[in-house]
């Protein structure tokens, strides 16, 4: 009876194994015909990080070397105010997210590389501000992760607010993988939950836990550089950079630990395994995750009605291989990936913007409008 036991706990084990690796083994296509194409529409910029549309038609751009770009009337202008920005390796002035009641409170948030505080080096952290002409003004810093290092790697960052409007933000484990992930006492490895005024919400799952930061809505994440709302469930999705493979995409849920480094698809850079399982109990599987890895960055959903054929799939920037990769997506479950727009260039981030088009920025390109053929 004991070895019956054994071997149906090993097939359920198996079955469960097998379900959660599914995923990775649909391939991404080229399809034989794409009916978009692509227009620039901001040129000459370096590694456009992040971007929003202004209501009045503008668009705001953060260039990770530190300068703030505004795009208006056909031309770019360079906004001031800023406070330092720290730039090195993977970080600098990241993402940039407008307050969803902007056109009434001017609300404007931004993720940095920081100096500020103890220690030479920097960390990840967000303030908002408001737009006065060329220069930013009202700056309010509402949170900054420590300790300071001079680590390059694995900052983050991307903004995105919910239905209820709170305040997500990513914070990578800065390079310290055997610590930050998993404790919660201390900041990396996170996504994060502020009030919009940079207030801790009073239900966040570690306020009353001694020492834990308290701004922690998820732990046990690598480096997530994609971050958006499911605008049908209200969900806040990510996807983050794994090691050599195991690029993930989770959906983040309220206190739940999403295993790095203890499981991984992935293996060391140099080929050598950090871990020997994929799954644990009281750590989350990820929706779909990719070997090899695409260095993914950036991502939306495709709800406009000017790509009917795109309707409802996700877009992910792929920095790797240098394209926009489209994944349809079935009951949580992703059935097709398809390679748009190969060799344009690394695809940073992408955009649904208010007029119904997608932007996507390209390091080294700018700004391209993805425009249906019809049009």
């Not at 370096?46 to 530190?66: A, H, Q, V």
């Not at 996807?239 to 790095?260: A, Q, T």
């Not at 060799?343 to 996507?360: E, I, T």
Request: hydrophobic share 30%; glycine share 12%; with cysteine.
């Amino acid at each position: 009876m004991k070895q019956f036991t054994s071997l149906f706990t090993i097939t359920l084990m198996c079955l469960y194994s097998c379900a959660q690796q599914e995923p990775s083994e649909v391939s991404a296509e080229t399809p034989e015909k794409i009916n978009y194409t692509t227009e620039i529409v901001v040129p000459e910029l370096d590694i456009p990080w992040g971007m929003e549309f202004l209501p009045d038609g503008s668009i705001l751009i953060t260039e990770k070397t530190g300068s703030l770009v505004h795009f208006i009337d056909g031309k770019k202008a360079t906004i001031d105010g800023l406070p330092e920005v720290y730039v090195r390796g993977q970080g600098g002035l990241m993402d940039v997210k407008l307050h969803p009641d902007y056109k009434t409170n001017g609300w404007i948030y931004f993720s940095y590389g920081s100096p500020e505080g103890d220690g030479d080096g920097g960390n990840t952290a967000i303030f908002r501000a408001k737009l006065n002409g060329s220069s930013l003004s009202d700056i309010e810093h509402l949170y900054k992760g420590v300790p300071n290092t001079k680590k390059g790697q694995h900052w983050g960052s991307r903004l995105e607010f919910d239905k209820d409007g709170y305040l997500y933000f990513s914070i990578g484990d800065r390079g310290n993988r055997d610590v930050n992930p998993q404790d919660i006492t201390r900041d990396g490895g996170k996504i994060y939950r502020l009030n919009a005024d940079g207030s801790i919400p009073e239900d966040n799952p570690f306020v009353n836990e001694s020492n834990a930061k308290q701004a922690i809505f998820s732990y046990g994440h690598r480096n997530p550089q994609g971050m958006i709302m499911n605008p049908t469930t209200g969900k806040i999705w990510v996807n983050e950079h794994g090691p050599k493979g195991g690029d993930e995409i989770n959906i983040v849920e309220k206190g739940k630990n999403y295993g790095w480094p203890v499981i991984s698809y992935g293996i060391n850079y140099s080929g050598t395994k950090f871990t020997e399982i994929t799954e644990k109990e009281g750590m989350e599987q990820p929706l779909f995750y990719w070997v090899p890895s695409i260095a993914p960055s950036g991502m939306a959903f495709a709800t406009s009605s000017k790509y009917p054929d795109w309707n409802n799939s996700v877009l992910v920037g792929s920095l790797k291989f240098e394209y926009l990769e489209r994944l349809v997506i079935k009951d949580n479950k992703v059935t097709k990936r398809e390679k748009l727009f190969e060799g344009l260039g690394r695809f940073r981030n992408v955009k649904q913007a208010p007029d119904g088009y997608l932007y996507a920025a390209v390091e080294g390109v700018g700004i391209v409008k993805i425009i249906p053929e019809s049009f």
